[in-house]
């Protein structure tokens, strides 16, 4: 599994695990209430420019407010759903790669040492979350990430406990 890893792994450096975020997710609460509030506007600009098409009114001002109550409404859901699916997770016997590839920003690739000491967090859900207590180095690319996270990976347990085994030295 080391193709295209030339030039990134170290010389005693293997890939043990790779994926990828599960893609769709249910709607949170909060996802659920911006919906909501976002096709309220967009209703309330709809009617606005009826009104204002029936009077005479210049009634395309209404479409700014349309579009922007559109993507209050779904670009959340669509935007992470679109990050997840161009989000590419590794683990190697003593690192963790995070990958992305958005239009716009390019590639990126960040990297965190695991050692006995990294602090590592995990959700317990099934898909799950680890998250790593330590700064991300960017490899490619100039996004460093803020929270390094395997974020709602299938299978995280497994993948929690080939981490632990990397911190023991016996991966």
């Not at 005479?56 to 990050?83: D, N, Q, R, T």
């Not at 990297?111 to 990294?118: E, H, K, M, W, Y």
Request: overall charge neutral; proline content about 6%; glycine content about 12%.
């Amino acid at each position: 599994m080391t193709d295209g890893w030339d030039g990134i792994l170290r010389a005693d450096e293997r890939i043990l695990w790779q994926g990828q975020p599960v893609p769709s997710q249910p709607m949170s609460r909060h996802e659920i209430v911006t919906m909501i509030a976002g096709l309220g506007f967009c209703l309330a600009a709809v009617l606005w420019m009826i009104s204002a098409y029936k009077t005479g009114g210049f009634w395309p001002f209404g479409l700014i407010h349309m579009g922007v109550g559109l993507f209050v409404g779904f670009g959340p859901k669509w935007l992470g759903m679109y990050a997840r699916r161009n989000t590419w997770f590794s683990l190697s016997n003593s690192r963790a790669f995070f990958a992305m590839r958005i239009p716009f920003a390019g590639p990126s690739l960040n990297a965190v040492d695991i050692r006995p000491n990294t602090g590592i967090d995990f959700d317990g859900d099934d898909p799950g979350t680890i998250r790593f207590r330590a700064e991300a180095v960017s490899l490619i690319g100039n996004q460093t990430l803020t929270t390094p996270q395997f974020d709602t990976i299938p299978d995280a347990r497994t993948v929690f406990t080939l981490i632990r085994d990397i911190q023991r030295g016996i991966a």
